[in-house]
């Protein structure tokens, strides 16, 4: 398996609904993202969090980070249509080159 | 948060010719930036970082004389697909790293090779 693995690999839920994406990985990290790809558009950043921090927050998105398990779980409240997108976590290595892993993704349909 | 531009966002050229790509950190600089390139329904796989002012760095399995990076300016990278094949039709991504360590990305070059 690779770094930054997710799961689900896909999921879909009705508006208003929460959205929880989880993510693995294997090897020290200086800190995790999570970014959103809508299909055949750029990735849009999301939020970082940093290996000594547990929790983060921005706007309905909520991060956290486990670093004694490798994992890292995404959720978003209160789900809207426009939601809809795949998301990838990435890792930095903690050689700080600023190089990022991805994982495979989660996609995501919010049925309106 | 931050913007990175890529040019063009499409691109059709025939085998055998050469295609050059820019990316741009508009509102930062960016003394480090990254090329991905992205097949269908994948995620994203790094090819290289490109360092403003020193040659750039190749993942292994990619070749740095088909895939040239010029890194000019703390704000400019550019890739150029050099004699491309079919094959090289893909999702290219650039991305631009903040000096905290945050990675924006541009929106993205889709290359057609027919």
């Known amino acids: 398996s690779q770094q930054g693995e997710e799961d689900p690999q896909a999921l879909s839920i009705q508006e208003g609904e929460n959205a929880t994406m989880n993510c693995s990985y294997k090897?020290?990290?200086?800190?995790l993202q999570w970014y959103r790809q809508n299909s055949g558009r750029g990735l849009v950043h999301l939020i970082l969090?940093?290996?000594?921090?547990r929790e983060k927050h921005s706007g309905r998105l909520r991060v956290t980070l486990d670093t004694s398990k490798k994992s890292s779980s995404l959720l978003i409240t209160a789900s809207r249509a426009a939601d809809t997108a795949s998301y990838f976590c990435?890792?930095?290595?903690?050689?700080?080159?600023?190089?990022?892993?991805f994982g495979q993704g989660t996609t995501l349909q919010v049925k309106p | 948060g931050a913007v990175v531009s890529q040019h063009p966002s499409r691109v059709i050229c025939k085998s055998g010719t050469s295609v050059k790509i820019e990316c741009r950190s508009l509102d930062f600089q960016a003394t480090t930036m990254f090329w991905y390139r992205q097949f269908p329904k994948k995620s994203l796989m790094l090819m290289a970082t490109s360092n403003e002012g020193s040659k750039a760095t190749y993942e292994q399995g990619v070749e740095k004389d088909k895939f040239l990076i010029n890194h000019a300016s703390l704000t400019l990278s550019t890739l150029t697909v050099t004699s491309a094949h079919p094959e090289d039709s893909s999702f290219y991504i650039c991305?631009?790293?903040?000096?905290?360590?945050?990675?924006?990305f541009g929106p993205g070059t889709r290359l057609t090779v027919t």
């Open positions: 990435a890792t930095d290595d903690s050689g700080n080159t600023g190089k990022l892993i």
């Open positions: 969090i940093r290996s000594n921090e």
């Open positions: 090897t020290s990290i200086n800190n």
């Open positions: 991305s631009a790293r903040t000096s905290v360590g945050e990675q924006y």
